[in-house]
Protein backbone atom coordinates (compact mmCIF):
# COMPACT_ATOMS: atom_id res chain seq x y z
CA UNK A 1 0.00 0.00 0.00
CA UNK A 2 0.83 3.29 -0.51
CA UNK A 3 -0.03 7.00 1.18
CA UNK A 4 -0.06 9.99 -1.24
CA UNK A 5 0.11 13.92 0.10
CA UNK A 6 -0.51 16.85 -2.02
CA UNK A 7 0.26 20.38 -1.06
CA UNK A 8 1.62 23.39 -2.90
CA UNK A 9 -2.47 24.41 -3.49
CA UNK A 10 -3.05 27.91 -2.75
CA UNK A 11 -4.86 31.21 -4.27
CA UNK A 12 -3.04 32.70 -7.71
CA UNK A 13 -4.03 35.10 -9.85
CA UNK A 14 -5.13 34.36 -13.27
CA UNK A 15 -1.20 34.13 -15.53
CA UNK A 16 0.49 32.73 -12.67
CA UNK A 17 2.25 29.72 -11.22
CA UNK A 18 1.62 27.42 -9.31
CA UNK A 19 3.89 23.97 -7.67
CA UNK A 20 1.96 21.12 -6.43
CA UNK A 21 4.17 17.96 -5.26
CA UNK A 22 2.99 14.85 -3.95
CA UNK A 23 4.68 12.30 -1.65
CA UNK A 24 4.42 8.91 -1.21
CA UNK A 25 5.04 6.70 1.60
CA UNK A 26 4.83 3.06 1.58
CA UNK A 27 5.76 0.42 -0.97
CA UNK A 28 8.48 1.43 -3.31
CA UNK A 29 7.70 4.69 -5.41
CA UNK A 30 9.02 3.82 -8.82
CA UNK A 31 6.85 0.63 -9.01
CA UNK A 32 3.84 3.05 -9.82
CA UNK A 33 2.81 5.48 -12.57
CA UNK A 34 1.71 8.54 -11.45
CA UNK A 35 -0.96 11.02 -12.28
CA UNK A 36 -2.77 14.27 -11.56
CA UNK A 37 -6.64 14.81 -11.76
CA UNK A 38 -8.62 17.92 -10.72
CA UNK A 39 -12.17 18.12 -9.74
CA UNK A 40 -14.27 21.50 -9.87
CA UNK A 41 -17.24 22.20 -8.15
CA UNK A 42 -20.21 20.94 -9.51
CA UNK A 43 -18.24 18.39 -12.43
CA UNK A 44 -16.87 15.16 -12.80
CA UNK A 45 -13.34 14.43 -11.53
CA UNK A 46 -11.03 14.71 -14.76
CA UNK A 47 -7.58 13.54 -15.87
CA UNK A 48 -4.87 16.33 -16.05
CA UNK A 49 -1.42 14.41 -16.69
CA UNK A 50 0.02 11.30 -15.81
CA UNK A 51 3.95 10.16 -16.41
CA UNK A 52 5.73 6.41 -16.28
CA UNK A 53 7.39 4.76 -13.73
CA UNK A 54 11.00 5.97 -14.81
CA UNK A 55 9.75 9.71 -15.61
CA UNK A 56 10.64 8.87 -19.24
CA UNK A 57 7.38 9.45 -20.95
CA UNK A 58 4.42 11.65 -20.18
CA UNK A 59 0.84 12.54 -20.69
CA UNK A 60 -1.29 15.31 -21.03
CA UNK A 61 -5.28 16.94 -21.33
CA UNK A 62 -5.15 19.01 -24.34
CA UNK A 63 -6.75 21.48 -21.71
CA UNK A 64 -3.37 21.75 -19.63
CA UNK A 65 -0.91 20.88 -22.64
CA UNK A 66 1.67 23.32 -22.91
CA UNK A 67 1.01 25.32 -19.85
CA UNK A 68 1.54 22.16 -16.98
CA UNK A 69 4.24 20.19 -16.79
CA UNK A 70 4.51 16.69 -14.69
CA UNK A 71 7.63 15.14 -13.18
CA UNK A 72 9.03 12.87 -10.76
CA UNK A 73 12.16 12.19 -8.62
CA UNK A 74 11.85 8.67 -7.38
CA UNK A 75 14.63 9.16 -5.34
CA UNK A 76 12.76 11.32 -3.18
CA UNK A 77 9.87 9.70 -3.63
CA UNK A 78 7.57 12.79 -4.77
CA UNK A 79 5.87 13.49 -8.62
CA UNK A 80 5.22 17.44 -8.88
CA UNK A 81 2.67 19.35 -11.01
CA UNK A 82 3.95 22.59 -12.32
CA UNK A 83 1.60 24.66 -13.45
CA UNK A 84 2.25 28.09 -15.57
CA UNK A 85 -0.13 30.74 -17.17
CA UNK A 86 -2.97 29.59 -14.75
CA UNK A 87 -6.56 30.13 -15.84
CA UNK A 88 -9.08 30.54 -13.53
CA UNK A 89 -10.94 27.63 -15.31
CA UNK A 90 -7.88 25.70 -13.51
CA UNK A 91 -9.76 26.20 -10.08
CA UNK A 92 -10.23 22.73 -8.99
CA UNK A 93 -8.61 20.10 -5.77
CA UNK A 94 -6.25 18.44 -7.57
CA UNK A 95 -5.27 15.32 -6.79
CA UNK A 96 -2.62 13.00 -7.45
CA UNK A 97 -2.59 9.16 -8.04
CA UNK A 98 -0.63 6.10 -8.19
CA UNK A 99 -1.38 2.84 -10.37
CA UNK A 100 0.43 -0.18 -10.69
CA UNK A 101 -0.85 -0.97 -13.76
CA UNK A 102 0.46 0.91 -17.15
CA UNK A 103 1.39 4.39 -17.31
CA UNK A 104 -0.67 7.00 -18.96
CA UNK A 105 -4.04 6.04 -18.38
CA UNK A 106 -7.12 8.75 -18.37
CA UNK A 107 -9.42 7.07 -16.63
CA UNK A 108 -9.44 7.32 -12.68
CA UNK A 109 -10.70 3.59 -11.91
CA UNK A 110 -6.56 2.91 -13.32
CA UNK A 111 -5.54 4.40 -10.30
CA UNK A 112 -5.32 1.96 -7.12
CA UNK A 113 -4.36 4.91 -4.59
CA UNK A 114 -5.45 8.63 -4.19
CA UNK A 115 -4.51 11.54 -1.99
CA UNK A 116 -6.74 13.79 -0.31
CA UNK A 117 -6.13 16.36 -2.69
CA UNK A 118 -5.36 20.35 -2.69
CA UNK A 119 -7.25 23.00 -3.70
CA UNK A 120 -6.51 25.24 -6.61
CA UNK A 121 -8.06 28.64 -6.90
CA UNK A 122 -7.08 30.97 -9.54
CA UNK A 123 -8.96 34.41 -9.71
CA UNK A 124 -9.07 36.47 -12.46
Known amino acids: QVQLVESGGGLVQAGGSLRLSCAAS????????MGWFRQAPGKEREFVTA????????YYADSVKGRFTISRDNAKNTVYLQMNSLKPEDTAVYYCAAALGPPGSSWAGTYDYWGQGTQVTVSS
Open 26 to 33: GRTFSSYA
Open 51 to 58: ISWSGGST
